[in-house]
């Protein structure tokens, strides 16, 4: 079973901040948060990861809270093709199987 | 760098028939890994290779086997197929040590009649 818990749905206007929550409150000292998305009917494409620490890329945010029990993506400035379904998902770290969720389906709304 | 690849991106059965499907790792991965995802379901891990070895292997029935070749490239066969079967079969490649970030192809969707 999958060990995080995300909202079925969220809308964000086109332009604003889009902030996914996430919550993992079993995670494990020696498990990675990992976040993908998947665009309708593709396949499901990394955004970004992190251990405890608050990380940064070219497509968004990652924050970590300090009891690593939650976590909140951020796409800062959400577009029309920033719709699709997110998921949150812990991994262990050497693990190569990923255990998705149901993830949050992001409405932009223009 | 070239994505993950995988082929045929579309696929029409009939129940009893067997199926093979394709994927080519990103250039320098060596370990495939393998989803179904199903509107009932989601998305469940199948079978993970690395060198030509299965390493890892989720909950479902002898039909569904893989094996990975010398160059990395996988293929999937699901055999005597059921209407349940039809889903969208992803294939992932990460560089080879466990644990690695995965990076999915496109998937094929497999309909079964």
């Known amino acids: 079973d999958a060990k995080t818990t995300q909202p079925p749905s969220m809308d964000c206007a086109e332009g604003r901040a889009a902030n996914l929550p996430c919550n993992h409150s079993?995670?494990?000292?020696?498990?990675?948060v990992y976040w993908y998305r998947q665009i309708h009917s593709q396949g499901p494409q990394y955004i970004i990861h992190?251990?405890?620490n608050n990380e940064t890329n070219e497509m968004a945010s990652l924050i970590i809270t300090e009891d690593r029990k939650s976590s909140t993506l951020i796409l800062p400035h959400a577009t029309l093709r920033d719709t699709a379904v997110y998921y949150c998902?812990?991994?262990?770290?050497?693990?190569?199987?990923?255990?998705f969720g149901k993830g949050t389906r992001l409405h932009i709304l223009p | 760098k070239a994505g993950v690849t995988q082929t045929p991106r579309y696929l029409i059965k009939t129940r009893g028939q067997q199926v093979t499907l394709s994927c080519s790792p990103i250039?320098?991965?060596?370990?495939v890994s393998w989803y179904q995802q199903t509107p009932g379901q989601g998305l469940q891990f199948l079978f993970e290779?690395?060198?030509?070895?299965?390493?890892n292997k989720g909950n479902f029935p002898g039909r569904f086997s893989g094996r990975q070749f010398s160059n990395s490239r996988s293929e999937m066969n699901v055999s005597t197929l059921e209407l349940g079967d039809s889903a969208l079969y992803l294939c992932?490649?990460?560089?080879?040590?466990?644990?690695?970030?995965?990076?999915f192809g496109p998937g094929t969707r497999l309909l079964v009649l």
């Open positions: 079993t995670i494990s000292g020696n498990e990675y």
């Open positions: 250039s320098g991965h060596r370990s």
């Open positions: 992190g251990l405890k």
């Open positions: 998902i812990v991994r262990v770290v050497g693990d190569d199987k990923i255990i």
């Open positions: 992932a490649s990460s560089p080879g040590d466990r644990g690695e970030t995965q990076y």
């Open positions: 290779y690395f060198s030509e070895t299965q390493r």
